[in-house]
């Protein structure tokens, strides 16, 4: 492939509109062409702020008196309950006054997950954060977006692998992912490891199939971002992905999946040990440092 062909399929690629043989011929051209991967780096942060326009658009923000609108109806009701809740029946008529205030604010606060695009797992963690909410160009979005590109798009197909048909540099990193992950996912095999990079980011990535979903490991130096997540996983979300990340050493370590969050952390966290006792090893000279596990 050449660049115009490059050029002409561009648009097709990122869309996910061509036959997987086609997309390994523009990664191999990608690889080798620091034009066309500038190209294609720069029209993906396009596309990317172009969808963050759409999300925080003010026509999809909840309005501002919506919290204002409740409360004031909850305290109404409340003055109401109160004022009838002498004797037998203003008892019961309070209860089912607060009974419906309840309703009320059950649907409100749906209405309002609905419309912010929240799940309901989501909805009961206050700390998991929204990959929205983060530069397109944060660490966890370029983990996110070299997860659906390279494992999800393109390996999905790939026959299982195992560890003697790993290439020596990556051998370990697979043994310890594959060993660990094998404990707590089922039906886990290895696809593949190999490295590869997304908006100048390089990673060692480990890929597997848990379930019929893809699972990545990935590993780098790449991140710049000040937070550190030691001993217990920070975790994301996107609109397709669970993110988790846990810091080892001095690298970062995300874990990206359509698992439940909790599933998604505790997977994330099991990984931490092990890759502590890899990188401290004297011969552990790979010079990437984040280790990112996606389950999907």
Known sequence: MNCTDFRELL???LSDELLTETNHDILRHIGECADCRAEIEGRRAVRARLR??????????????????????????????????????GFRFGWVAAAACLLIAAVFGSMYLLRSGASTELAGSSSVLRTRSLPPNH?????????????????????????????AEYRDLARVVSSELKDSLKDCDLISSHSCSFNNVKFSHVVMKAGGRMVSVLVTRDH????????????????????????????????????????????AESLAAPLRLH??????ADPVQTAILFAR
């Open 11 to 13: 648009d097709s690629y």
């Open 139 to 167: 660490i966890v979005n370029i983990a996110v977006t070299d997860h659906d590109n390279c494992a999800v798009k393109h390996l999905a197909e790939e026959p299982k692998t195992t560890l003697a048909q790993v290439s």
């Open 52 to 89: 963050s326009a759409v999300r925080t658009a003010p026509e999809f923000e909840m309005p501002r008196e919506f919290d204002q609108e409740v409360r004031n109806h909850l305290r109404s009701r409340r003055s109401k309950s109160a004022e009838l809740s002498n004797g037998l029946f």
């Open 224 to 267: 710049p971002d000040a937070e550190k997540a030691v001993g217990k996983a920070l975790n994301f979300a996107s609109d397709d992905y669970t993110v988790s990340r846990i810091d080892v050493e001095d690298r970062a370590v995300f874990v990206v999946s359509q698992l439940g969050t909790e599933e998604n952390a505790k997977a």
């Open 279 to 284: 990188y401290r090893k004297p011969e552990a």
